[in-house]
């Protein structure tokens, strides 16, 4: 394992215990099946970038499912059937081009180090995808945290709504979706913490924008 690898490893071990992580992922599978899934269809390829514990790769119904993340042990947490990359999200090799139709990134962004790499990450998602396939980013919205955003060592690029828009105009890609206010800002948050609190709370988008916190944007490929 890189010393790269290591250090995201020891520290998200610290950020979630196994506790923490049985939550998230009883989130998660609210989250995919009353939201998400609206956005997947059950033929679909799915690359999940960033996949990190997988919740929700593991949990959205589809053909075929990639998890792409530098960290091998990616590879333990990932359900029987799902494809491990431990790929640069810049240069996804081992993906044709064209051939995938959902690329699903989640507080993933704000870990790269630039906007360049940011804008070579959704570059690299339009390539993979085929004509009409979709890119769904679940970001955390500067604009609503200024401080908190940097609570976490390993945030280092400042993203909004808007300027997530703009990246995914650049990148080739038509925004049919952008959503500013949308999820609490981690799991860690009051409110909602329990699956029927999250599962009502999306159904209630009029609470959105007193506690949401990310932003959820989709950007799909022109035909």
């Known amino acids: 394992m890189s010393s790269e690898a290591e250090v995201l490893k020891s520290m998200y071990e610290a950020r979630f215990d196994k506790?923490?992580?049985a939550r998230k992922n009883e989130i998660w599978k609210v989250l995919c099946r009353n939201y998400f899934q609206k956005y997947v269809k059950s033929a679909d390829t799915v690359v999940d970038i960033g996949a990190g514990y997988c919740e929700f790769i593991n949990n959205i119904q589809c053909a075929d499912k990639i998890a792409v993340d530098l960290n091998p042990d990616v590879s333990t947490r990932a359900n029987a059937g799902i494809r491990v990359i431990n790929e640069s999200c810049t240069q996804l090799s081992s993906i044709p081009s064209g051939s995938v139709d959902c690329?699903?990134?989640?507080?993933?962004l704000e870990h790269l180090p630039s906007k360049e790499l940011v804008l070579n990450t959704l570059r690299e998602s339009r390539r993979i995808l085929r004509s009409g396939g979709r890119i769904m980013i679940l970001q955390p919205n500067i604009r609503f945290l200024p401080g908190e955003y940097w609570d976490y060592f390993d945030h280092h690029t400042a993203l909004t709504d808007r300027s997530l828009a703009e990246a995914l105009v650049l990148a080739g890609f038509e925004v049919s979706v952008c959503i500013p206010r949308f999820l609490p800002y981690t799991t860690k948050s009051r409110l909602p913490q329990?699956?029927?609190?999250?599962?009502?709370y999306?159904?209630?988008p009029i609470?959105?924008?007193?506690?949401?916190?990310?932003?959820?944007l989709v950007g799909i490929v022109p035909a």
């Open 19 to 21: 506790n923490a992580q």
């Open 103 to 108: 690329v699903f990134m989640s507080n993933f």
């Open 194 to 200: 329990s699956p029927w609190l999250v599962a009502l």
């Open 202 to 204: 999306l159904r209630l």
């Open 207 to 216: 609470f959105w924008r007193y506690i949401g916190k990310q932003a959820f």
